[in-house]
Structures are given as C-alpha cells and as structure tokens.
C-alpha cells in the first residue's frame, strides 16, 4: 500500500512540474504576443505618420529681396507713424535697424514686405512699416529708403 501511495505521489508531482512548466510557457507565449502586437501598432503608425508627412507639400523656406531706395509705400501712408486706413499698409514701429524691419515682418503672417524709411531728415526718420497687401505704392529713388520683399523657395 506504501507504495501505491508514493506511486501516486510522484504522479501527481509530475503532473504539477508539468502544469507549472505549461502555465510558464503560456505566459511567456502571451508576452511575445503583446509585445508583437504592441511592435506592430507602433510601426504602422510610424509608417501612417510618415506617410501623411510625405503626402503633404514640403515646407517652403522665406528668402528675403532687398531693394534699395525703393519705398514701397509711397502715397500710401497718410502721416508719419500711421497705418493706411484700409490696412494695406501698417506702422509698424520705430528703428534705424533695417534688420529689425524685416523681422517684424517675418512675425506678422499677412506681412508681404517691408519699407524702412532710415535717416531722411523728416519726421518719416527711422520708421518701419509693413506692406499687407499687393496693392500698395511705389516710387524709386528715394534715398535712404530700403524695402524687402517675401518670397518662398
């Protein structure tokens, strides 16, 4: 009888090496499969992403034309420090920097160009204004005058 006990027993121990061998793999088997699926989502939405990037227009970089002597808002401003009263011309403040014109025009998305009056003499001195629209003045020789325009390569 003793030995039908061990008997039993070591069966039973066998079958819970067994069971306890088949739950392990089970969970690692369900762990590569998660971790698969996860892998799978993650590159399928990388590739929707890349391609929803490449679909899209590439974006354009804004180079800059400067002119010199040229106003491009001549006739179009009604007094120093103004804005033309339709806003296709705005004041856009007070700097001898050329430089510092065209950067308040890069920040101003309806900006198209620019004219910095610099040192005339004349209340017009060192002023920036930003042209907002295609219909707007022009005049050349104006001296000390330069303009820039907005262009996308």
Known sequence: MSAVIISILVVLVIIIVVAAAAWTLRSSQ??????????????????AAQAAQSAQEPAKK???????????????????????????????????SVSQCQDWCEKDPSCLGYTHHGNTGTAWANQCYLVKSYAHGVAANNKNHQSGWKYYV
């Open 30 to 47: 369900d762990e590569q499969t998660t971790q698969t699926t996860q892998t799978t989502q993650a590159t399928q939405a990388a590739q």
């Open 62 to 96: 804004a180079v800059w034309r400067r002119f010199y002597d040229i106003n491009f808002v001549y006739g179009d401003v009604p007094a120093p420090r103004k804005d033309n009263p339709d806003g296709r011309v705005t004041f856009a403040g007070d700097t001898d």
